[in-house]
């Protein structure tokens, strides 16, 4: 499947903010045998007076730019074409659940993709004891460690309702586990903190998902936003499978891969420091386009 992309993020200050850097993920990458990138475009008005473009430590797109004199509003525009490979069917072939550890011990290289990034204490999830307890009590005997990853990952759409307003970017996994509510942001990171508690890596995916308008009803431009989901380790064999706990199934055609992180602090879309007298305000709007063949 083959999407047009439009991204627009941007910010408005109460008065005009100098000193302003960003670091922006907002690039799709090419993926192997999955995602594959056509164009992509990032613009930046007003044009700042540093730019540069790099890849971080796990190979995702950053753009680094600054401002020298005063500035009272940035906006940052996306437009990328992404064509998106179906998976193909999931055979589990992962190991028992108990057997996962030995598979990762075994895993001797510590490129970007190896499994230990992922199974430790990271800048935004920690353990977590009460989502460790709730992972736990949905394992049973023999469970393979991709039947686990499916099994919480169900388990929290079920348990978790979706609140826009619920959270913030700063909400803790904790908070918006036992509140039961949350974003994708939430979702995600709950999810990992869950999985790293059984001992299975997991880390957190940024990017696009395609959304469907009811039916008998045009699709609405700017509706869409950018979304997160769950990359986890199901072992040697079938390595890393992705979960989209907030809708229940697993990342196919319909994901646009942007970047990919222990979790959020690793692939904000936009980091920044700046010095202002008065607060800001930000929109974001997304259009994931599919385009006929």
Not at 68 to 88: D, G, N, W
Not at 116 to 132: D, K, Q, W
Not at 181 to 186: K, L, P, S, W
């Amino acid at each position: 499947m083959r999407y047009d992309i439009r991204l627009v993020i941007d910010y408005s200050y109460a008065a005009p903010a100098d000193h302003t850097r960003n670091l922006l993920r907002l690039l799709p990458s090419d993926a192997p045998g999955t995602q594959r990138v056509t164009r992509r475009l990032l613009s930046i008005d007003p044009l700042p007076d540093e730019r540069r473009d790099s890849l971080d430590f796990f190979g995702n797109a950053m753009t680094s730019v600054a401002w020298h004199k005063p500035i009272s509003a940035a906006a940052f525009t996306l437009t990328a074409t992404v064509e998106r490979a179906a998976p193909p069917p999931v055979l589990d072939l992962s190991p028992p659940l108990a057997g996962l550890a030995a598979e990762i011990a075994a895993e001797q290289s510590l490129a970007p993709q190896a499994p230990h990034h992922f199974l430790g204490a990271s800048p935004r999830i920690r353990p977590v004891p009460e989502i460790t307890a709730f992972a736990r009590a949905l394992i049973t005997p023999g469970m393979t460690a991709f039947a686990a990853i499916e099994a919480i990952g169900r388990a929290l759409h079920r348990e978790m309702r979706f609140d826009a307003e619920a959270t913030t970017v700063d909400t803790a996994p904790l908070e918006a586990f036992t509140a039961r509510h949350g974003v994708c942001q939430d979702f995600a990171q709950v999810m990992i903190a869950g999985l790293r508690g059984l001992g299975i890596p997991a880390g957190y995916v940024s990017g696009f998902l395609r959304t469907f308008p009811p039916p008998g009803q045009p699709r609405l431009e700017g509706a869409d936003a950018m979304h997160a989901w769950v990359r986890a380790w199901a072992g040697a064999q079938m390595g890393w499978v992705e979960f989209d706990p907030t809708n229940d199934q697993p990342a196919g055609l319909d994901y646009i891969t942007v970047a990919i992180g222990r979790d959020y602090s690793d692939v904000a879309p936009v980091l920044g420091a700046l010095r202002t007298a008065g607060a800001h305000e930000s929109h974001q709007a997304v259009d994931v386009v599919p385009m006929e063949r």
